[in-house]
């Protein structure tokens, strides 16, 4: 079936647009088109709440923007902002990567954990999942102490730490499968997946596999109730 | 190209043509399908007993097709032996029941799943504690109508269908109905016709789900739950 696709990115510079493109037409299916766009307005990466507050907005103005065009939305950040707001406006699907990643990791295996990148995501997502409803499939959540502007520059030391991050909830957890909670990793998925054996969940592909899958199903989000 | 396995876990040939020609339409044009049912054990999966005799059938033809396909459906709401077929091959296995809350959770705050008989109710709990999703789930219900007499009146199975939807909708919080039945394909539609809340139906969910996961090279962890099975551990099989 025909995919308009639209990935908002929730940051204020377009810096990944071209990346993200490039990687998500990769694993987009052959009649998927897939457009990257970021807000105008707001902060240049989401890592605390009150980045996140900026950027919702912007967000809501793209989505009414765009709602006509496309048959779903991503937006692409680990922390989903603005997901349930943008439902409120929309009646196309719209999947946010944080809780596509951990529903699809909970039909892997027992337990998994998220790896992010500073301290401050861990209670974060914690709440996250526990809004979710996922918390009892959740063994931790490990954090690699890098920005995300970071992450690339570094992109030696993130992975490094990344291994360490895995090992630790791999061992000591009881993690089965590794979330990467930052959609500014699925540069490094490939070169991590080749290093261990264990299922790696990249919230990005992810997010925009799940919404071809709810477009093809022709499923979008219930207005009974939540989504006003 | 994908290959899909559907392991139908019931000897009744019922839904054997319905099945593959409505999987036929739902499937992305680079997925092949093949439909393997089992040749002994219960005629519909309606109760633990039932369950007990389809599971070793249904581990023999995961077993037999395990390296010629890339995904495995278990085509049953009661995702019979979901846990020991992922243990047995490295491949993504799929139950449609996990598929459909999963998918579910992601449409509206709680679910709703109407099934067969009264027994599905209480069992449908179950599945959902198993999951981790039983917080997300608002009621499970069956119509009392068994699973080989859904389609001898579709009119009527859609009818006690929506009948119970709209009942869980209105008193009891749900915003997602999802059919609690492979069997009930047939009247799917019709049902979805009558309500103005997302309705999932769980084989095509379940059929997109493997599509999914085979796409994003995703397959269970066997570092915990899921452990390689002593084989020869089995005797007389």
């Known amino acids: ?228 | 190209m994908r290959r899909i396995l559907i392991i139908n876990p019931i000897t009744s040939k019922e839904f054997d043509n319905m099945t593959k020609e409505y999987l036929e339409k739902i499937k992305d044009p680079c997925t092949q399908i093949e439909c393997v049912s089992i040749k002994k054990g219960p005629a519909s999966i309606e109760t633990f007993y039932d369950e007990a005799f389809a599971q070793p059938e249904i581990l023999k033809i995961a077993d037999r097709y395990k390296d010629k396909c890339d995904a495995i459906v278990v085509d049953c709401f009661a995702d019979p032996g979901l846990y020991a077929i992922r243990e047995l091959v490295n491949i993504p296995v799929i139950g449609p029941a996990e598929a459909s809350m999963v998918v579910a959770t992601m449409l509206g705050h709680k679910f709703a799943v109407i099934s067969t008989m009264r027994n599905s109710g209480p069992w449908t709990e179950l599945q959902a504690k198993a999951y981790g999703l039983s917080n997300r789930m608002a009621a499970a219900i069956g119509i009392d109508i068994p699973v080989l007499e859904l389609s001898i009146d579709p009119k009527k199975t859609a009818g006690y269908i929506v009948k119970a939807a709209k009942e869980i909708i209105q008193h009891k919080g749900a915003e997602v109905i999802i059919l609690g039945c492979t069997g009930m394909v047939s009247v799917a539609e019709m049902v979805k016709q009558e309500l103005d809340v997302p309705l999932i139906e769980p084989l095509a969910t379940a059929l997109k789900v493997a599509e999914m996961m085979i796409d994003l090279k995703l397959r269970h962890s066997k570092l915990g739950l899921y452990m390689a099975p002593e084989k020869g551990k089995i005797v007389g099989y």
């Open chain 1, 1 to 228: 079936m025909k995919k308009n696709i639209l990935i908002i990115n929730p940051v204020a510079t377009d810096k990944w647009n071209a990346t993200d493109a490039e990687y998500l037409r990769e694993c987009a299916s052959v009649d998927a088109f897939i457009k990257v766009i970021n807000i105008e307005k707001g902060p240049i990466s989401i890592e605390s709440f009150y980045d996140e507050a900026f950027a919702v907005p912007g967000i809501l103005e793209l989505v009414e923007e765009n709602k006509n065009n496309f048959n779903g939305i991503v937006i692409n950040c680990f922390a989903d902002p603005g997901v349930f707001a943008a439902r409120e406006i929309c009646c196309v699907p719209i999947v946010g990567p944080g809780e596509v990643a951990m529903l699809l990791a909970s039909m892997l295996g027992h337990k998994f954990s998220i790896i992010t990148v500073k301290k401050s995501a861990v209670p974060m997502f914690e709440i996250k999942a526990k809004k979710m409803g996922v918390e009892e499939k959740l063994a931790s959540i490990e954090y690699i102490n890098i920005p995300v502007l970071d992450l690339e520059k570094e992109a030696g030391r993130t992975i490094d730490e990344l291994m360490k991050s895995i090992n630790r909830a791999t061992n000591e957890k009881g993690a089965e499968i590794i979330v990467l909670g930052c959609t500014g990793m699925s540069f490094l998925y490939s070169d991590l997946a080749k290093k261990i054996n264990i299922p790696i969940v990249e919230p990005a592909a992810a997010s925009l596999k799940t919404l071809e899958t709810l477009i093809d199903l022709k499923l979008s989000c219930s207005k009974a109730g939540l989504f006003f």
